[in-house]
């Protein structure tokens, strides 16, 4: 019993790490700035240092602790992001900001490494085997001070593909959107889509009645499943229990066992038990006195005529 909760126990083990292991492979870098020296961006110490935007690209929390940032690739655990900060869990398809100044004792999104201006700079993320690359990008040395480089599209691309990133300047076109979405939607296209094809919502309300109905039909045939299953099951246990018994086969007390029997049964011990009662038909009267009691006395109890 020891070895298989043990396995057991390991097992579960080797299941949640994988599926943390999985998720954490959904974290993209997203935006960088190498040279923050003439944009509002500021961290919480009013400070304009460069910074690394990465985004939850899974659609559940994902939890970064433990994960290493790092812009040397001869030390991929450089930066290790620190347990116990309850921030570190980044809400689905949403973003978290590290300011790489060198200065990890002003927190947890502060690094210990900074980058160079004016050169190529790279920056990788690994999980926390120190060995697997979740995602990595060389930012190129002619980015100028203020721009950023960032993905064309929130996390969708490749691992080091040039041709998903893009430079962008503040521009109103390419706006720069630390802790943002790096394409702001102002609307959503299928629901617009929908809206135009579905004006008065009779194709929704169809499409609804249709899942409701067909839930309901899988679940009558899932209860229907189960229910024989579960008389299958019963049936077997009592042929084996009867044949435990008396080594009879299941027709001959199906044969022994019919309502007829049973009901030549019943009467026969009725017959012999007489366990009716027989009740007499002479019906005696007995006249008792009683004892005179106001509570009993006509005299209180009829309603007296008003007086004129």
Sequence with gaps: MNKRLLTLLL????IVSSVCAQGRRGLRINEIMIANDSTSVVDDFGQYSAWVELFNSTFGPLEISSVFLTNDRNNNTLYPVPLGDVNTEIPSRQHILFWADGEPNKGTFHTNFTFTPGQDNYVAIYDANGLTLIDEIVIPGDLKPGQSYARKADGEGGINNPDDWEVRDGSETKYITPSSNNIIKSTNNKVDSFAEHDPHGFAMAVMAMCIVFTALLVLSICFYIINSIGANISRKRKVKALADNDGESEEHH????????????????AEHLDAHDRESTVLTINKVRRAYSPWSSKIYSLRELPRR
């Design 254 to 269: 199906h044969e022994q066992d019919s309502g007829e029997v049973i009901a030549a049964i019943a009467a026969a011990l």
């Design 11 to 14: 097992v579960t083990v080797a």
